[in-house]
């Protein structure tokens, strides 16, 4: 500490810029930016938002789903596109991992977003940052905020299932274990409460949700009740039935935390945000002011964003999201 302050004293401004850039250099993130395709592919951003604005008018859900599918990209070994490719016999995906398998959806429509970027850009733009437009665009849609997605990551050239089992927190988390999993990727615990509120919009299956309603005390009677309806109490029975992870489940709003204030968290795990813990009092605020959440839902989705990307001449540019080059 003393070491540092004499070096910055004796040298000035300009060597603490040039530590700052050193530092810098070990950030791959810090080589994505909002405009890496203005020249390259300028029709980029119209292109994408008008596929996902079809997709969605077709079925509200898949804004939801197509917002998952970033977050279960990056939570694997970072934002590179890995959760998109099918497995083949020599190779195994993170399709069938179990976070993912009878649950991850909307790789149709990056199918089609993929094929209309193709078409405008051959051989430019990566399923990555695809994805991530495709992520913003959706929450936008279905009235949540807006923010600028940076880009310039590359498409792995491999996938792993072990880290898709590992790296997803499972619905049955506790609030501990939810802090620390974000926490490990650069994430705080504000950003951690923010990004769940993506449970805003969507459905969930009663696999996900079976123990909480028959089994927890935390929980609204008469939604455990209702819930209860449609997702029989024995393993096996009824499991991919859905319900909507909030009230209004085609509205980006700050319903899921009002929910959360009432006891009625669908997941073990959303329940845990608002359980006598310390992230109550962010989920008493994202209640009270809608403005507060949805900026501090856009910061963290710029940070989730920035979760290890390959840049440079790492990865590929892949042709088609769902196999190698
Ligand atoms: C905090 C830890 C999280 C846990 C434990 C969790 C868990 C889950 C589970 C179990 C489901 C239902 C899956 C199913 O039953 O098929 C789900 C759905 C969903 N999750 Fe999360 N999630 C978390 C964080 C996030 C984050 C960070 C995002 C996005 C940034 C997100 C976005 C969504 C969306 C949009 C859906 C609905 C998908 C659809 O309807 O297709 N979740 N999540
Ligand atoms: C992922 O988990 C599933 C279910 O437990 C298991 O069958 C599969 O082998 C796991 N994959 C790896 C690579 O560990
Ligand atoms: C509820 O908890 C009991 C005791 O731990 C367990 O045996 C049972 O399988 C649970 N029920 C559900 C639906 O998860």
Redesign the pocket.
Same mark, same amino acid.
């Given at each position: 500490m003393a070491l540092t302050s004499v070096f910055f004293k004796n040298h000035g401004i300009n060597l603490a810029l040039v530590l700052l850039i050193l530092l810098n250099i070990g950030n791959s993130s810090a080589q994505l930016s909002a405009d890496f395709y203005s020249k390259s592919c300028p029709q980029l951003f119209t292109t994408v938002k008008s596929v996902v604005h079809k997709a969605i008018q077709r079925e509200a859900r898949m804004g939801a789903s197509l917002l998952r599918l970033f977050f279960h990209d990056c939570f694997v070994n970072g934002c590179d596109a890995s959760v998109l490719l099918d497995d083949t016999s020599s190779f195994t995906g993170e399709k069938r991992a179990v976070p993912n398998l009878n649950s991850a959806r909307g790789f149709d429509v990056v199918d089609k977003i993929k094929s209309a970027v193709e078409k405008v850009c051959p051989g430019v733009v990566s399923c990555a940052d695809a994805l991530a437009i495709a992520a913003r665009d959706s929450v936008v849609i279905l009235g949540g905020p807006n923010w600028g997605v940076k880009l310039g990551r590359r498409d792995a050239r491999t996938a792993s299932q072990a880290a898709a089992n590992n790296s997803i927190p499972p619905p049955t988390s506790n609030l501990n274990s939810l802090i620390s999993r974000f926490n490990a990727l650069g994430l705080s615990t504000k950003d951690m409460v923010a990004l769940s509120g993506s449970h805003t919009i969507g459905q969930a299956r009663c696999t996900s949700f079976?123990?909480?309603?028959? +089994?927890e005390t935390n929980l609204d009677r008469s939604l455990a009740k209702t819930r209860q309806g449609n997702c029989p109490?024995? +393993?096996g029975v009824g499991d991919n039935n859905l319900a909507p992870l909030d009230q209004t489940p085609t509205t980006f709003d700050n319903n899921y935390f009002n929910s959360l204030l009432n006891r009625r968290g669908l997941l073990h795990s959303d329940q845990q945000l608002f359980n006598g813990g310390s992230t109550d009092s962010i989920v008493r605020t994202y209640s009270k002011n809608m403005d507060v959440f949805k900026s501090d839902f856009a910061v963290a989705m710029i940070k989730m964003g920035d979760i290890r990307p390959l840049t440079g001449s790492n990865g590929e540019i892949r042709k088609n999201c769902r196999r190698l080059n």
């Open positions: 079976r123990a909480r309603i028959y +089994n109490r024995p +393993n």
